[in-house]
């Protein structure tokens, strides 16, 4: 279970580092939108983790950063962009 944990984290750790770099980069709505996608990715890691090492905080926090992720992909990738 340990070592489920463990790779869990790692893969929340770095996609997250990935996805914020993504986002800050500003390549464009496409760009910024998969950022998101690999956000909800790592914020699902995280809650993943969470609940086996039962973090309440840890859980709690990347559930609402889950729901703002998930607005962030309906923003950038699924909502027309509107005119100008």
Do not use: C, E, P
């Not at 690999?38 to 309440?56: E, H, Q």
């Amino acid at each position: 279970m340990q070592t489920l944990t463990t790779m869990l984290k790692w893969v929340a750790s770095v996609s997250g580092v990935i996805a914020a770099a993504m986002v800050a980069l500003d390549y464009g709505r496409r760009t910024t939108g998969w950022g998101f996608v690999i956000f909800v990715g790592s914020s699902l890691a995280w809650i993943a983790g969470a609940a086996l090492t039962r973090d309440g905080a840890l859980g709690t926090q990347n559930v609402v950063l889950l729901g703002i992720n998930l607005f962030g992909v309906h923003r950038y990738l699924i909502r027309k962009k509107a005119d100008a």
